[in-house]
């Protein structure tokens, strides 16, 4: 019994010297609290405000900086992007579309191996994949208007003008109704006015002046014609007329019923 | 036979005592960088447990290590000699502990950066200056027009009297009236390891961002000094760091000399 | 068949079997991440697809839901238990008994199979002495698995739920291996006197084989659900599993977690052996049992330490796989809060080593020719010690305002370096090879050589190791200091290499040169002191206490995350407690474990003891 006693007071010495230097043997630091999952007040944002919600993110919830530090070296230097973008825009490398700042910046979030600076790649890959993630999903999760503050602070901070706006809470809500609830549209002439033909060419009452007169447009050409126009606008482009003026994207945004209907109509004016 | 051999029991005193000396002359006096207190006591125990362990893996070598203690314990004839051992022992032990816990006038340990890593770039006067390109737009006058520096230097002067001298004192040494009550004290400007080896792009930072703008590694943040930028101009901080370098006879840092 | 080929016979299987066990995770370990980038693409790519499907039909098509997000109010509290002390303490205790009921018979099996190599009854009577202990460990380890279960299912229900979606099957699978365990375990350890005798002792060591076999199994699927945790795979990135589960049971960290745990449960079995054997050295009375239990003791430190020995870079080997998987969460295990842990860690280590070696020092008692070699060892000792104090130094020092200005700054300019990797590496190494001679002269303490090159053969083991710790500093000190960054990690592959080589080779000359060596006289067992018995019981407190510490981490590094990136965890308690609470939770879990294997141990000790009470039962009629 002495032999047990002696043992177990041995083996509580023990545990209690290893729990006393855990405690006061080395610096005593509370780590960080989760982060908290914050609600933008986007509508009272001042772009200044909006900056500093990017830089905080940057630092924070974004981590960018983890990588993105000159005592690590993991990661290029951020302060650096706003100059050397054109540069890499133009380099062969770059596997990307955007064409400006701004795209470039947003792409290198979402797509970060659309152009990986050399030295910086996954190792093995010949820095053609980028070990950075995607920002806006799993745990960094960052929104659009967070990413958007993102690019604003690296524009502000690098000396370029700030280009992003501050989106509104109503303008998310809206494209969202717009894409969720608009149903297909029944008459040629709603069509023309829910797509604001009449605002360029003279067309169901309207008179715009930037495109060509539709009045008697089905005598002239036929329906391949006609669809081709509106598919893809410039295909031909139509005498005394410039090319680039029509948006290009009535092929998304038409329904293919409101196509036909449409086609149908002009197709009947002669 | 050799004719002296020190007593285990002694070896066993004397190779952490000398394992301690040697390491502490080593370190503080000929390198001159000491070994802080928290890392020697971690050293020493175990040294100690190390010393414990060559000295007592054989039972022989055990028993000669504890024989004059058990003499002292359990021998008659050194009554006196036990008595006074067991006496001095706990109150020299009790000493080192009161020692050890009686609060000193330190200053509690905070592990605070005093100059820490400025940031890239650093926003002020509604401006974003770049830390790593600026520089003081009138030290150019040094060369190019002393009398206009000299104007320069003077209202700098005045900037800094009005200003600075409370806590940073009249001869730029820290020892201003208010200095006594502040922690951290107030830089002392002639001290070759202050503005010395800065850069101006440096205390324009610290000036104009004061103790709040300080980066999270010079935590805690209560340094006193106030956010300039609030009550000077972009144009009177320069000229009171042209007066902070011209009255010390330092000279700012800068890359290209070295 | 006669006895000679069926024993060769059975000790190439046995062989072969361990060559697999040992290789078998590295194989799977360089297969994993090829299978992971291609797992990766498929889930891509039925990520892209369910998309796709669920744009053009408006609903997803996966049975399984996406991983729930949970607030604060979704976790019950009950009676204000602290629930995520209840479960950690509670999954603790569960590990600790896993591991030492997988690594009891892992021992058992070793011990037994030697004793059949060598014929002598007291290795089998050693090994029966432990598989008794383990059979009340065991049901203590399946009770508290159930508690563990339970305590999930109360406070965090949510966790559980989604978890077990993913992993139904493997669950109920569990459950049924779980019965072929006791099965195996059952007839082993009931049988073991049964299944004596030339054949019935082949069958009897094939079961233990089973046994183990099932047992790791066992711990290969636990271990898949809390990597899943970790490195979640096989589902999208809102959680939706994508219905293999292998996939999921299969993520990045398995098999590194795998190969870590099963070493670590060896050594750990080993230490908790010892330190029964050690108690039952202390308060033995007669000289046989003395004898006896010093013999156990030697044995089990010896396994402890055999397996102690590549922990380290089973470890580091682990700590890579977890930068390679996220970098965010490797700088979170070396760089951020738990920096410090590494130090305390390190600590421990060292305590480990240095009792380890101590007790073979102690050890050399035995012989009556270790005089010779005696005076070697305080040079061992002062090399052991030199280099546990560079493994603990830390990068960042804890400095006083005073030390702070005498400074100048908060980085020492000269024991700054040491607090990098490359010579914490160089030092382990050092240890371990140090450790590894320790070794050496105690087995040759009681010998002596007969062969004629006995010069020649101690000539060039001093010159293996000469070079060999040469090589390691050049490797620690040139790579460490005067290259960049990239090499510095690098280094410790070429050193470990070099460390692993001087053994294997010294170990193999000592062989040759010691075959048919004199012994110097009988070795006297149980001529230890009982100075010897407390590193024992040090090296188990050590061993238990820093296997808590790990987990702690291991957990800990998920931040607050239950699955990392996929499901968030709301509790209030998701903050990550400090070092100083870890290590108190810790240590009370130690000291209730260690409670539960006194009366395990005590357990044992009732069964065979038998009491004769007169007049209590009525005198039987002739």
Redesign the interface.
Known sequence: MKNFLIVVAFSLLTISLFAVYANYGIPEIVPAPPPKEEKLDLGAMTMESFVALGERIVNGKGTCTLCHNAVGGRAPLLEQVVELTKQRLADEKYEGEAEDLEGYLMESMVEPSAYVVVGFGKKGTNDTVSPMPDVSTGSIGLSEAEMAAVIAYLQESGGAEITVEIPTDADEADEEDEEEQRTALTSPEEIVSEFTCGACHIVAGEEGDVGPDLTLIGGKFDRAYLRRSILDPNADIAKGYEADQMPPDYGSQLYASELELLLDYLASLK | MKAFRIPRLLQFVLVPVVVYAVTRLIFDVLLGQLIPASLMTMYMFFVLAGTFMAFTFTEDGTRELVAPIKALVEDPSRKWLRNVVFVVLPLALGFYTYQLRTPKPEAPLELRSIHPAPPSTVKAYDKRFNLLTLENPYRKLQKEDPEAFAEMVAAGAAVYIENCQYCHGDKLDGRGPYAQGLNPVPANFQDVGTIAQLQESYLFWRIATGGPGLPKEAAPWISSMPIWQDFLSEEETWQVILYLYDYTGHAPRSWEHE | MTRRSRYVTWAGLLLLFGAILWLLPIDLGQLDWQSALAADETTTDAATESDGAAEANGAAESPYAPAPKTTAADYPQIAGVNSRVVVWLVAQLHLWFAAFVLAVPIFVFIIEAIGMATREKRYDDMAYEFIKVSITAYSLTAILGGLLAFSLLVFYPDLFLYLSTIFKETMFYYALIFFAESACLYIYYYGWHWLQGPFKKWLHLSLGLLLNGVGTLLMFLANGWLTFMMSPAGVD?AGVFQGDTMVALHNYLWNPINLHRFVANIAYGGSVVGAYA??KF??ARRAEERAHYDWMGYNANFIAICALLPLPFAGYYLSAEIYAYS??MG?TLMG??FA?LF??QA??I?TLF?SA??YL??G??RSDGAVRY?HY??YI??V??GA??VW???HT???????LK?????Y????GPLGIMPAKNTAVNVMILFTALSFLIYRRANRVATANWVRMGNAIQVALFTTGIANIFFLGIYHGYFTN?VYKVAASIPQVLTTLVVIVISTLIDYFMYRGAKDVAPLHWGRV?G??Q?AL??LA??FT?LMG?MGYIRSGIR???HV??IMR?NSPD???????Y???V??VG??IF?TMVIFVFWLAQVSGSKAEPSGYWKEQQA
């Not at chain 3, 020492?412 to 024991?415: A, D, M, Q, R, V």
């Open positions: 990135p050690a108690f202390l308060s970098q965010q700088i951020g809060i410090w130090i305390i600590v421990l060292g240095l070696n101590y020092w102690c050399m008692g005696n060892i305080k000792a002062i052991l010690v546990f104090l603990f130094t830390p020092l804890v400095l006083s305002n005073e030390e005498a400074l100048g700054g908060p020492h300019k000269y024991l960054t002191p100075r010897s407390y019981f040090l407190v050590a206490w510490l931040q607050h995350w990392v990136d965890d998701a903050f990550t407690p400090t070092l100083g870890a290590a108190n810790v240590s130690t000291v260690m």
